[in-house]
């Protein structure tokens, strides 16, 4: 958030807000789904079980050195603005973020059919990345390499800021997303896209798929890591590239 003015700090105040945070009786409420941001506020939480699902480009730090400023300007234009079209496609999908280059997604779970949205919006993410990475070597532009990475867990939702400033921001605590972006930076080793689930997603993808497959049955599990991957594409996307492909070659 942009800072409007500037004033001098003063310790005195400091140690008045410190206390006033920490002698507080929060009331941290316990929910069956994800409840609106506009509900918090600087003594309250809530509790609740959702999906992270986190987006992230690989080896980030070394695209300055490979693209130009403007070519990498570009490119994180058009990933982060697909990937945030994606997540805001579902009705299911009630927080983002975008940290870097690194977009990632709160979704319900209430149930366990609430699976399908986000892990569709995995395999479609991948789909982009494709398409977008076709786009560049048209453009005699180097891929970028992309991973994703699906948890699910408890979260505690908090506002932090500085009360009064207008600045603060919802804080997601827990180890629901730290999983999910741990989870991604496993993927793209072998193959771009790669999607990489948690125990708890794969056990929640079971009796899920595509009308032909389970989805369970495109992953293998990595026993070491204790983790499943899958390099996944939505159909109907892969389609039309492979049309694209065919008539138009990289």
Known sequence: MKVSKSNKYNFDDSINRIDEILNTSSAFEELDEIPSSDKLTYKNGYYFKCYAIFIDIRD?????????????????????????ALFQSSSNCKEINIVGDSVWAIYNAKGKDDISEVFHAAYAACSIINTINYKLCKKNIEPIRVGVGIDKGNALMILAGYKGSGINDVIYMGGVVNNASKLCSKGSKNANGTIVISDDIYNDLQGKGNGTHEYQSYFSKNYLEKNYHATMVRIDMNDWLNKMQSESPC
């Not at 980030?60 to 945030?84: F, G, M, N």
């Open 60 to 84: 980030s730090s070394k695209l300055p050195d490979k693209y130009q400023k403007r070519t990498l300007a570009k490119i994180y234009r058009a990933y982060i603005s697909e990937i945030v």
